[in-house]
């Protein structure tokens, strides 16, 4: 069974920095490109950033490049976002997903929310 | 960058009744077009990938179709599990992944 958990959520104040950790189990974690995507309270789902299985192809969303960061740790079936520089707008669910590039994303976690708020 | 729009916005659905929403992408994705669920709380759940296949143990009243900029999803008979909202998403042209603003199906 596919199992999605993130962590790291929490209460920042803007300008802040915060890590969202994702562990994934029951796939071959190390073959699939992650992905990560927030929903804004009250919004639709925001696609935030992903990475291949080998951390070679990284993608960000405009809005995150230079404040967001992407890794992976494949012998630890893990990923991570380091969030630097928070705004009120990143405010969010912030979901890890499955699936490659070029298919859609499969399998998701429950979420982790981060509220950057004075 | 694509541009997803879903209409309409809300649909007030009595259960039993046959559903369709719409989603447009502002140019072609071919068939690179998913369908999510998500209910209240919850995470989203993919229903429907590369336009019409639905997704492992996905109840057979859901179906999709359309290709190139316009899709639709069919519910053909709401059960009350089925209230929540629907979101497409296109991953033809990456980056970025592309989502609808969602569509939320609701009791009438």
């Known amino acids: 069974e596919v199992q999605v958990v993130e962590s790291g959520g929490g209460l920042v104040k803007p300008g802040g920095s915060l890590r969202l950790s994702c562990a994934a189990s029951?796939?071959?974690?190390?073959?699939?490109?992650m992905n990560w995507v927030r929903q804004a309270p009250g919004k639709g789902l925001e696609w935030v950033s992903s990475?291949?299985?080998?951390?070679?192809?990284?993608y960000y969303e405009d809005s995150v490049k230079g404040r967001f960061t992407i890794s992976r740790d494949n012998a630890k079936n893990s990923v991570f976002l380091q969030m630097n520089s928070l705004r009120g707008e990143d405010t969010a669910v912030y979901y890890c997903?499955?699936?490659?590039?070029?298919?859609?994303?499969?399998?998701w976690g429950q979420g982790t929310l981060v509220t950057v708020s004075s | 960058d694509i541009v997803m729009t879903q209409s309409p916005a809300t649909l007030s659905v009595s259960p039993g009744e046959r559903v369709t929403l719409s989603c447009r992408a502002s140019?072609?994705?071919?068939?690179?077009l998913a369908w999510y669920q998500q209910k209240p709380g919850q995470a989203p759940r993919l229903l429907i990938y590369?336009?019409?296949t639905r997704a492992t143990g996905v109840p057979a009243r859901f179906g999709g179709s359309g290709s190139g900029t316009e899709f639709t999803l069919t519910i053909s008979s709401l059960q009350s599990e089925d209230f929540a909202v629907y979101s497409c998403q296109q991953y033809n042209n990456w980056p970025p992944w592309t989502f609808g603003q969602g569509t939320k199906v609701e009791i009438k």
């Open positions: 997903a499955t699936g490659d590039y070029g298919d859609p994303f499969d399998y």
């Open positions: 990475i291949s299985s080998s951390s070679s192809y990284i």
């Open positions: 140019q072609s994705v071919s068939s690179n």
């Open positions: 029951g796939f071959s974690f190390r073959s699939s490109s």
């Open positions: 590369g336009a019409s």
